[in-house]
């Protein structure tokens, strides 16, 4: 499964800091019904994710009823990347 979005990256300050893009509620049903057969606990579902030309092996963590993607630090660096960003991201599931 592919998937490709725009969203926002945000930073979460809770005990372990991370930025996130979250995916939009139109595609979080697709990612669910998918769940089911890759998911390896906790509901998350590992991707290889892109953003620009970055790419990196990650995975979805269930948030809300949404899925919100994990931006490590490197791609935050590689790619320019603020908090407030709009992104495109592409995912495979």
Known sequence: ???????ELW?????APWHFVTVPEEQCGDLAAASASVTYGWGMIP???????TGWQTSLYP????YVVPVRASVRK????????????????
């Open 63 to 66: 948030k809300e009823g949404r």
């Open 47 to 53: 991707v290889t994710a892109r953003i620009g030309s």
């Open 78 to 93: 590689a790619e320019g990347l603020q908090v407030g960003d709009v992104v495109t991201v592409r995912l495979t599931v």
């Open 11 to 15: 930073f979460w300050r809770g005990p």
């Open 1 to 7: 499964m592919d998937l490709e979005f725009d969203g």
